[in-house]
């Protein structure tokens, strides 16, 4: 179905689109918003600058710190009237990020995510249950459009009533389900506690996303669903879901290259890097209502522009290790949550849900990690329950190189989250 041209194009020709396009997307944000114009006068760079991708990092970058000073209107470069939808990042401080579509951006943005569901294996015979919460968040609506120009029958469920997210699975024979990964965690968790077996549902194919989740999370997705578990990335600044996403071969998340010009670079310097872990910048490069040009994502991800299995030639980004301001820095080793998920996903007398703590005693930080068991007859086995603990402070130990307190708690004893979960509690901070 929809695998169009450009995603399995020779890589000179996506290229020649993309700048092509740079070009149209950087005079466009310098004629019709002032804020480019006086960033891009004061760097001493103009338009007529661009005449390579690489001279795209002649440009100054655009922060999400640039976003709240405009808040809510000065980045936008059209009429009001020309606006047909508003929906707002996902922030939980402060005020939102407020992000402004026209028509044709809301037409671009459904062709990007129904591209990335036909990547994952979505078709028109699909039932898709959508349990992102419908809102300013643009998971929700963002796929919704994707699906419905896919050809599916869309259930907008919403997230939360996680019993009544079941039945609906069940009762209209649901084959996709779109959620954080975390959500979809704790829709088996209830499926469980109301006795449907992965068996009782008609569920083939899962499109998580919105949020970092480890290989090993997916692969137990994969099991308790009897699912194929994708991941889909984007964030509402670039458009929403839609910017990247896993096809079936799973080996890194295909980017919409002809709609946004990705560059990986140092999180240090900031210098643009040909290989390797780097922040992710992304460029908007047909945006009417809100131009983006070289936004810092603060997402760390590395780029592979090798040919894929599946015949893409869209370059593929690893799935995201975690935000340049989520890492945590523990007695100066950097740790990423993320690296903590992966080990505790090896260890089946445990589940997915688990909660980091930092603190910090007289000088030294400390890292806690609190991790339920699957068994609550394992918290009264002390023997066993010693045993538990240290092989996993162990392996977090392999991995991070540093020591962690491991704290096994009773099952369903950890807060839930029906969109984004929290994982990382810093009180150094406070
Ligand atoms: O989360 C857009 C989205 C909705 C993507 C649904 C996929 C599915 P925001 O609320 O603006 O937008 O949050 C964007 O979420 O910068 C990442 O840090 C994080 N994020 C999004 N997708 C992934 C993912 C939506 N697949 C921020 N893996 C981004 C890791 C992700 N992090």
């Not at 990547?119 to 039932?127: E, H, L, N, P, Q």
């Not at 992710?280 to 299995?309: H, Q, S, W």
């Amino acid at each position: 179905m929809i695998f169009s041209e450009i995603e399995k194009a020779p890589r000179k020709e996506i290229e020649k689109i993309q700048l092509e396009r740079l070009k149209k997307a950087v005079k466009y944000a310098y004629d019709n918003v002032p804020f480019y114009k006086k960033k891009y006068d004061e760097a001493n760079v103009s338009p007529d600058d661009i005449k390579s991708l690489e001279d795209i990092s002649k440009l100054p970058f655009t922060t999400k710190q640039d976003l709240r000073d405009n808040y809510p209107y000065g980045l936008m470069a059209v009429d009001m009237k020309d606006i047909v939808r508003v929906h707002a990042s996902s922030g939980t401080s402060g005020k939102p990020t407020v992000v402004f579509y026209t028509r044709a951006d809301l037409e671009m943005w459904s062709e990007c995510v129904a591209r990335i569901i036909a990547a994952a294996g979505g078709t028109d015979k699909d039932i898709v249950q959508i349990a992102f919460g419908y809102g300013l968040f643009t998971g929700a609506l963002g796929l919704h459009q994707g699906w419905e120009k896919i050809g599916a029958a869309v259930v907008p469920a919403s997230s939360g009533n996680t019993e009544r997210q079941v039945m609906l699975m069940k009762d209209l024979k649901v084959t996709a389900l779109v959620s954080t990964p975390s959500y979809a965690l704790y829709i088996s968790e209830v499926m469980e506690k109301m006795g449907v077996k992965k068996e009782d549902l008609s569920l083939r194919l899962g499109l998580f996303g919105s949020e970092a989740s480890s290989e090993a999370m997916h692969k137990e997705l994969e099991k308790k669903f009897g699912i194929v578990s994708t991941d889909n990335y984007g964030l509402s600044e670039i458009i929403g879901p839609g910017v990247s996403g896993e096809c079936i071969k799973k080996c890194g998340m295909h980017i919409n290259e002809d709609y946004f010009y990705p560059e990986i670079v140092d999180t240090e310097s900031l210098a643009p890097k040909k290989s390797g872990f780097g922040e992710l910048v992304l460029t908007a490069l047909c945006k009417e209502g809100l131009p983006i040009i070289r936004y810092r994502t603060k997402d760390i991800t590395a780029i592979n522009y090798e040919k894929c299995e599946c015949g893409r030639t869209f370059a593929r980004m690893e799935k995201i290790k975690g935000r340049s301001d989520d890492m945590l820095i523990i007695r100066g080793v950097n740790v990423f949550p993320s690296q903590i998920e992966g080990v505790l996903m090896g260890f089946s007398e445990i589940g997915g849900n688990y909660e980091i703590i930092v603190r910090r005693e007289g000088y030294l930080d400390s890292l806690e990690v609190l991790v339920e068991v699957n068994d609550a007859q394992l918290l009264i086995n002390f023997a066993s329950l010693e045993s538990l603990q240290s092989r996993i402070r162990h392996s977090l130990k392999t991995v991070l190189q540093i020591d962690a307190k491991v704290k096994l708690v009773e099952p369903l004893s950890l807060k839930r989250y029906e969109g984004k979960a929290k994982r990382v509690t810093d009180l150094r901070k406070i």
